[in-house]
């Protein structure tokens, strides 16, 4: 009989009985009570670890652990990004194509030096080409933005003088640092904590990334009904998306993207509108400041089914180096730095001699009252 007596088998041993007794296609004689024990147990384990229950307590797991751990995380990536200077360069590069228009743009190469200390942020960027806006400087303080065109140079010319953030000062280097540098925290031009507090935003769920044990994938819908303040959202609007999040590194982003859709009525026809977009993030981590980007690459599709099927596809890179926690101070952030006067500078001063003026004017017509009233 070719059977393998279990008596003076071990536990570590059962595998390679079991395979005896298949090759053997006989029955081996029953498991002593121990071994036994040992045999239900490991098949108990098994069945459990293979459950859907498993699956739903570590989602659970994931999910408290995510929505725990990632305000203090996600205040630590903003720190990181309003404390930092560095360069940059960026690359844009646009498909448009429709039944009348086929055109492609592809800018070369651009560049440009950031630094950022709290809500203050300077950029100095030299685009390629010429014209006016071969050098410029655009800074962005609470209350006071400006731009500067040939800064530090004879030719300095301040322009754009805006408390609010207007379309002329956000010119392309202004947004490049603005949805490129902040891609840690920051998806579809809002952070993150603004997506998760946005009404109608539902957490759908947590859970680790199957191809890549480190990362834990985010999944969410949005009603968009803020949109619509006044009405409600069309019946066929869909938004809906994921996050790739890296816990290791502050919940950073290594890979979002979303996809949204609906149609309206526009003179009597349908119109449909698909938009999409996709960020692929590295991390790198800088010394006394924490996870900011290395590279950034987001993919837009734009399709609307009015103006002959317009379709834009467009790919922008943006590559962070030489990045270090700032040490700028607040004269970084100011006019002069940059070569050309201080417009508030000089409205203080005509205001001061203004009033100065009506001060001697009034000093001037009570001093020849009171002679006339000696006289």
Request: hydrophobic share 40%.
């Amino acid at each position: 009989m070719n059977c393998v007596p279990l008596a003076s088998s071990t536990p570590d041993r059962l595998p390679a009985l079991a395979v005896a007794s298949l090759r053997t296609g006989r029955r081996c004689a029953a498991p002593q009570p121990l071994q036994a024990r040992l045999l239900g147990i490991v098949l108990a384990w098994t069945v459990l670890w293979l459950s859907p229950g498993h699956t739903e307590a570590e989602e659970r797991s994931l999910r408290e652990r995510f929505l725990e751990e990632f305000p203090a995380a996600h205040q630590r990536l903003k720190h990181a990004a309003s404390h930092a200077e560095g360069e940059a360069r960026y690359l844009r590069s646009t498909d448009m194509a429709n039944r009348k228009v086929k055109d492609r743009d592809d800018m070369k190469w651009g560049s440009f030096r950031f630094v950022t200390q709290g809500d203050s942020l300077r950029i100095d960027q030299i685009m390629p080409g010429g014209g006016t806006m071969t050098n410029a400087s655009v800074v962005l303080t609470p209350g006071f933005n400006f731009r500067v065109l040939s800064p530090n140079s004879p030719a300095a010319q301040l322009v754009d003088v805006s408390r609010e953030v207007d379309g002329e000062l956000m010119a392309a280097h202004a947004l490049y640092w603005r949805d490129y540098f902040p891609a840690c925290f920051t998806f579809a031009e809002a952070d993150l904590k603004e997506w998760l507090e946005r009404p109608g935003f539902e957490l759908q769920s947590v859970e680790a990334a199957p191809d890549d044990p480190e990362l834990v994938i985010v999944t969410y819908q949005w009603d968009g009904a803020e949109w619509w303040p006044n009405e409600p959202p069309p019946a066929d609007f869909v938004h809906e998306g994921e996050w790739w999040l890296s816990p290791a590194e502050d919940w950073a982003i290594r890979r979002a993207e979303y996809r949204q859709s609906y149609s309206y009525a526009s003179d009597g026809e349908t119109v449909s509108d698909l938009t999409s977009e996709v960020a692929v993030v590295d991390v790198q981590r800088i010394p006394d400041l924490g996870f900011v980007p290395r590279r950034v690459e987001i993919t837009r599709l734009n399709s609307t089914s009015d103006w002959d099927d317009l379709k834009e596809v467009s790919t922008n890179i943006c590559e962070f180096t030489n990045v270090r926690r700032s040490s700028a101070g607040e004269e970084t952030f100011t006019p002069a730095a940059l070569g050309v006067a201080d417009p508030r500078s000089s409205v203080s001063l005509w205001f001061i001699l203004l009033n100065a003026g009506i001060i001697l004017l009034l000093l001037a017509a009570w001093s020849s009252r009171r002679l006339r009233r000696v006289r």
